[in-house]
Nanobody, 115 residues
Framework: QVQLVESGGDSVQPGGSLRLSCAAS????????MGWYRRAPGKERDLVAT???????NYADSVKGRFTISRDNAKNTVYLQMNSLNPEDTATYYC?????????WGQGTQVTVSS
């Protein structure tokens, strides 16, 4: 089992920034992918960004140039730096971990962008 604990969600004004963190614990396999998905009200859960243990990244088109994903392998932690936030970024953000055995999700952290 892998446990994921997210933090950093908050309410911000348009144009603001937030940094999300997600710490993984438990049976961590060295080769893995971690990342973030989000679910906006009334919509499906969509990819935001992922990063492999080797540092390869993938971003949704809607966040390219504004969000940056990074990770600290020694701490089994993934980060999402979100800049230039707009109301369309309002969603519950879920941390994601996957290795060759299975995939796991965090509980979610709320990000609200509103003036």
């Amino acid at each position: 089992q892998v446990q994921l604990v997210e933090s950093g969600g908050d309410s911000v004004q348009p144009g603001g920034s937030l940094r999300l963190s997600c710490a993984a614990s438990g049976r961590i396999f060295s080769a893995n992918i971690m990342g973030w998905y989000r679910r906006a009200p009334g919509k499906e859960r969509d990819l935001v960004a992922t990063i492999t243990n080797g540092g390869s990244t993938n971003y949704a088109d809607s966040v390219k140039g504004r969000f940056t994903i990074s990770r600290d392998n020694a701490k089994n932690t993934v980060y999402l730096q979100m800049n230039s936030l707009n109301p369309e970024d309002t969603a519950t953000y879920y941390c994601y971990y996957r290795d060759f055995r299975s995939a796991y999700w965090g509980q979610g952290t709320q990000v609200t962008v509103s003036s």
